[in-house]
């Protein structure tokens, strides 16, 4: 049985892009589709047994008509090429009301043949393939909502509610393993933190803010493999059984700069000597938009800082065509001025976006009263220097005195 595991495609994702002249729509959206063509052309030709979404088909929970139409274009492709699909609801498909519906919940309404749709709740699909039958379950994002309109809840701190809610998914997660055909492959889709993953563009995930899934909650024996979707970055938590997550299959922005973007093609097969299953996975990366961060640092003395910015941008000509560029530039006040912007936005222009940060270094000036000294004649500098000081006026007058003879050059070098 060969299966796709995919997740957070974030369609509607527009950020570094431009509008397509031929279509009117963002050139980013036509980035997250083409890397889902990549997915669903793989999987049509190498004849997968399922195709596994682990949540967050869009960024927000009322995508536009363009970004469902084309998502269930795709999802279509699949399913009339007799490909099972399987949803998952993730946290960007869930609504902001209880009983409004969830952005793949349509698939469900209209029934559509070679696709399943995980409901709010956690459950068992047991679902026929090409190669047989297998179980996946479901374990949807959980919404705190759920339990904050619970009576018993009222009262408890964020902590607490966040305490009562991972203990519920590892109670949902035990009770359906133990539901579980022992004799019939099985597969937990997930969309939710596991502890120990390490986070891309994901990084505001703390302890504390959302519920956290401990690995060794999650990775049981009963489940052959482990699908998760909600974090970026593509990882292996756990080989046996396998827990992995599949990361997203687009960059989303500079967080994600150095992250390769694909999906996992997991086969899982019975072992002639043993009779258990044997379970492979490989991740297969796609073509996604590179991002590229381009750093130059010219010195104070530096006679012509414009002409280092353009060597350092000529350094990565090829990374710098079709890519997302930030340039970013930090360099002193004194020689800021001397930059030539329109040769340094030419030198990007192929780049597919092109964003440049300038981070200028004021000198540190020693400040006299409200100015700084080098604002102020030598004398008037002493002057306000002297009643820093505390200097009594009789003094002052005497030192000034002596000040404005040796400024003149008319001291009797004693």
């Known amino acids: 049985m060969k299966i796709i595991h995919f997740a957070d495609l974030h369609l509607g994702v527009e950020n570094y892009g431009r509008i397509d002249p031929a279509t009117g729509l963002s050139s980013r959206l036509n980035d997250f589709l083409a890397a889902l063509d990549q997915l669903v052309n793989y999987a049509l030709q190498n004849r997968v047994d399922l195709v596994l979404f682990c949540g967050d088909a869009y960024k927000t929970r009322e995508p536009s008509q ?4 084309e998502f269930a274009r795709r999802i279509n492709r699949l399913a009339t090429g007799n490909i099972p699909v399987f949803l998952l609801v993730g946290n960007h498909d869930m609504p902001n009301a209880i009983w409004r519906a969830t952005t793949t919940e349509i698939f469900d309404t209209l029934a559509v043949e070679n696709i399943y749709v995980s409901s709010n709740r956690p459950d068992i699909y047991k679902i026929p393939t090409a190669s047989g039958t297998v179980q996946v379950v479901s374990l949807p994002w959980l919404r705190r909502s759920t339990l904050l309109s619970r009576e018993d809840t009222k009262n408890l701190s964020i902590e607490q509610i966040t ?3 991972q203990e519920a998914l590892t109670r949902v997660i035990t009770s359906k393993a133990a539901g579980l055909d022992p004799a019939l492959p099985a597969i937990l889709a997930a969309h939710v933190w596991v502890t120990g993953a390490r986070v891309g563009s994901e990084s505001l995930i703390s302890i504390g803010q959302e519920p956290a899934v401990l690995l060794s909650n999650i990775a049981l024996p009963a489940f052959d493999y482990v699908a998760l979707g909600h974090i970026h970055k593509h990882q292996v938590l756990s080989e046996n059984p396998p827990v992995v997550y599949s990361g997203s299959l687009e960059r989303v922005d500079f967080g994600e700069e150095n992250d390769e973007k694909g999906f996992y093609v997991v086969d899982i097969e019975p072992d002639p000597t043993t009779g258990k299953r044997q379970v492979s ?3 297969h990366p796609v073509n996604a938009r590179r991002f590229l961060t381009i750093d130059v640092t010219p010195e104070a003395d530096d006679l012509d800082p414009t002409t280092t910015v353009l060597r350092a941008i000529a350094g990565q000509e090829t990374n710098v065509r079709d890519a997302v560029v ?7 006040a004194s020689i800021e001025g001397q930059l030539r912007n329109n040769e340094i936005r030419d030198a990007l222009k192929d780049a597919h976006y092109a964003t440049i940060a300038r981070e200028v270094h004021h ?3 020693l400040r006299l009263g409200d100015r700084a000294a080098e604002e102020l004649k030598p004398l008037t500098a002493l002057k306000a220097w002297l009643e820093s000081q505390q200097v009594s006026p009789e003094r002052q007058k005497v030192l000034l005195e002596y000040g404005e003879k040796l400024i003149e050059g008319k001291g009797d070098g004693n």
């Open 281 to 283: 996975f490989e991740f």
């Open 363 to 365: 000198e540190t000036r």
């Open 66 to 69: 363009t970004q469902q139409r």
């Open 163 to 165: 305490q009562r809610m």
């Open 326 to 332: 930030r340039l970013h530039i930090s360099l002193p």
